[in-house]
């Protein structure tokens, strides 16, 4: 590969990741679908560009898949990205320094939402695979591209896509960019994922708000009969109070503990620098990776009832909602949690309240096996550009499509170039810069040396695939 | 007066009464300032058209008050009207079954926003005046009208004017028709009011929203500790947790609690019709009546925070606000029971979190006295009318502005036309058109036999003034 490609070419890429980025591809809100399929046509039309014969758009019932191949090399090995372009709501809007979707350079990060989750790391894949085609040393590779619009919102249009086509994750391996470096400094390869049970709460006291002065203290309260019940499903002290999700769960190993105990972590700098309160909750029998990496949580995600416009409404709310989901750990699954959610949620809602439990959507939670040689060659193509080789981590997030990427038998290499600070999901979500020009290294690296150490074939491998 | 007026003329009237109710005059929400402002237009215009030879807005920070004089009788006795234009908001706009500013006629009832509250009573004593002015028998009386366009708001505007010219209320008597009947055939009169204590509580656990798939589980969230807080305020057997509250206030006397347990009150109708919900809730040491009129109360009016759009969004939310009021019996002081709010939010809020409580406004609770002659006249033109003499009653809710309208030391006289299921300040608000026509009439012999009674005049009075 061109090693000096990043450096010499920043200008343009900075314009069009830019470009890319300004693009509003909120998965989740309906009225953003047409920006979620321009996000997808960008794509296809840049892979084309960079001269993938196949480079086009699988529809679904959802926002369309881009799928691209690069040009075959009979007999060498092949390599799927998976990446999605679609990204997180913005709100709440006031709190971003710059808009959104107008990305902008300030320090070395580049601020936008989606900068790094996961447009960005796309795009960081894109420029790999260009500087990778550098004349004559142009790696023996295959590379397919499978790049969604759905991550953000169940992933099910994928989902569909691998079940009805599965031999579109044959593969010596599969990358996934959508993770990132444990500490500047230290990149990483994710063991495990938590899987997420997101549902809805809906709850009924009365056929019609009603005036506080008249009925106040005898009418039963939407959002105080809801408070209540939120306020029972988990301890102050963090346990979820569905007793069997922590019987059922499966504790991480000793040598696993042991090696996160290893890790640069600072509680102090954490709780400073990314969490940016004044304590960690949680828990307190485990230690805050654990917290994060090995144990079920329940949030709230966003509550409303009533009057919240500007000024007094007197009114006793007739109905309230709250959304709410549970991170899951090995030896759950999301059907299963979902079922003890919606049975815990009806046992705290009393008897003259209706209340309605909507499951949104689940994943189960994903371990990862990084015994393949293709994460040596990984952790090497690290090693080259940041000086030091990749750390395993877990991730208390979700990918929904990870078990489907490795149906196949292929390995499912999760890792990235975010840094924990980048505020994924959140207002002035960024990129650094230096771990984008960095990664395109890494990655460029990587398919030299992924290519050269011929891959994984099995024998059920069809580079045509 | 003419006895026959509200019949004969009732297809002009409910012409007039939908276009003063279809104007949209929310005082609480910044953008209908100027529906207000149409809305006290139109009364003007109104009042003068009935003869009135002063009739004029009067300017305030806010929303202006209508002020209007009937020519003058020489030696008559003065009454003054009080009423407000200003209506609640409408939300939630969907439970409408027309829209609240599109007046429309179902069974014998007007439903639209303000139709009860206060617009339609307004427009009652407006439609009694002009029934009286029916040639030679017209009443010797002068009638001052003063009608505010911020009851819905905290009604500072007219505490202001009557502060800077309080011999604006020196009348024989105030006639506040802004109650109702205690149930149908049952006409009241309110010997009491609870006030107010108007808050807002906004808690901020961290300094941005966070993804909880990367921290859920360590990072406080705001809606949970909100959820929290708000749970602990109030027991869920409906005991405040301000346990001053319960010291401070003054028990009505037994005389009064007899005379509520003689009341036509039928729990089980009450919670099906008035209610609509499955129960009643509230402190079960007391009954019904007395939950409503003689305890204080706290109601949570609306909240909200993190992600309330469609679909699901993992956000760990770092902002969450409620509104809340207290309700208030004798006894007790908004200034007094803010502070004691205050303060316990303060106590209940983690040292991790940060919180402010906002008072938006307060009233203080009100007694009236009804042992001035005005008050047999008043039960006397409802006995004519509807068959049955005026029960006292007390009110949940507030009118801000009473005990500055008795501050001359007039008689205040608040009754009304509404019956229970009218939805004061929910979806669907009604006046029942019998009660209206029949209310019309009511009004025009109290007119009468105030006139006749010669008024309460004191030394002091002038009939100028």
Redesign the interface.
């Known amino acids: 590969m061109d090693y000096t490609f990043a450096e010499r070419e920043q200008s343009r890429l900075l314009d069009e990741l830019t470009d890319f980025l300004s693009i509003p591809s909120i998965s989740?809100?309906?009225e953003h679908a047409s920006d979620c399929r321009r996000s997808a046509e960008w794509l296809v039309a840049h892979l084309q560009g960079l001269g993938c014969p196949v480079a086009t758009l699988i529809e679904t019932e959802g926002h369309p898949i881009v799928w691209a191949e690069s040009p075959r090399v009979i007999g060498a090995p092949t390599l799927l990205i998976y990446g999605h372009y679609d990204v997180?709501?913005v709100?709440?809007l006031d709190?971003w320094i710059s808009p959104p979707f107008t990305p902008t350079v300030r320090g070395n990060s580049l601020f936008a939402r989606g900068a790094v989750d996961d447009k960005g790391q796309v795009y960081c894949l894109l420029k790999a695979y260009e500087a990778s085609l550098d004349g004559d040393r142009r790696p023996p590779l295959n590379i397919n591209f499978i790049i969604e619009g759905e991550e953000?919102?169940?992933g099910e249009g994928i989902e569909t896509l691998l079940e009805r086509e599965p031999e579109r994750t044959k593969a010596d391996a599969v990358l996934v960019a959508d993770s990132g470096y444990f500490a500047p400094g230290w990149p990483a390869v994710c063991t495990g994922l938590?899987g997420?049970c997101?549902a809805e709460i809906h709850l009924q006291?009365?056929?019609?708000?009603?005036?506080?002065?008249?009925?106040?203290?005898?009418?039963?309260?939407a959002?105080?009969t809801l408070?209540?019940l939120?306020?029972?499903l988990?301890r102050?002290s963090?346990w979820i109070r569905i007793p069997k999700l922590y019987t059922a769960l499966e504790e991480p190993s000793k040598s696993e503990r042991k090696s996160w105990k290893r890790l640069p972590f600072d509680e102090e700098s954490f709780l400073r620098d990314?969490?940016?309160?004044?304590?960690?909750?949680?828990?307190k029998e485990y230690s805050?990776l654990e917290?994060?990496w090995a144990?079920p949580?329940l949030?709230?995600?966003?509550?409303?009832?009533?009057?919240?416009?500007?000024?007094?409404?007197?009114?006793?709310?007739?109905?309230?909602s709250?959304?709410v989901?549970l991170?899951l750990v090995p030896g759950l699954t999301y059907k299963k949690v979902g079922r003890w959610l919606a049975r815990a949620v009806e046992k705290l809602t009393?008897?003259?309240?209706a209340v309605e439990v909507r499951l949104?959507?689940g994943t189960n939670p994903v371990q990862l096996d990084t015994s393949a040689p293709v994460f040596d060659v990984l952790s090497e193509a690290f090693e080259a550009v940041v000086g030091r080789p990749t750390v395993s981590i877990r991730?208390?997030?979700?990918i929904p499509v990870i078990p489907s990427l490795g149906a196949e038998g292929a390995p499912v290499v999760l890792t990235g170039i975010s840094l924990?600070d980048d505020?994924?999901?959140?207002?002035?979500e960024k990129i650094d810069l230096q771990q984008l020009w960095d990664g395109i290294e890494v990655f460029g690296r990587f398919f030299e040396l992924f290519a050269a150490s011929g891959g994984n074939a099995g024998p059920d491998l069809d580079p045509e695939g």
Chains 1, 2 share one sequence.
Not at 274 to 283: D, P, S
Not at 350 to 353: G, K
Not at 423 to 428: Q, V, Y
């Open positions: 989740t809100l309906p997180q709501p709100d709440p709190e953000e919102h169940g938590r997420l997101y006291t009365l056929e019609r708000d009603l005036h506080s002065g008249g009925y106040g203290g005898v009418a039963p309260n959002v105080e408070v209540r939120l306020s029972r988990k102050e963090g990314e969490v940016t309160g004044q304590a960690l909750t949680g828990i805050v917290r994060i144990l949580t949030e709230i995600h966003g509550i409303s009832g009533g009057f919240t416009g500007v000024g007094a409404k007197t009114v006793i709310p007739a109905h309230a709250a959304k989901s991170r009393p008897s003259w309240a949104l959507h991730s208390g997030g979700s924990p505020g994924l999901h959140s207002p002035n």
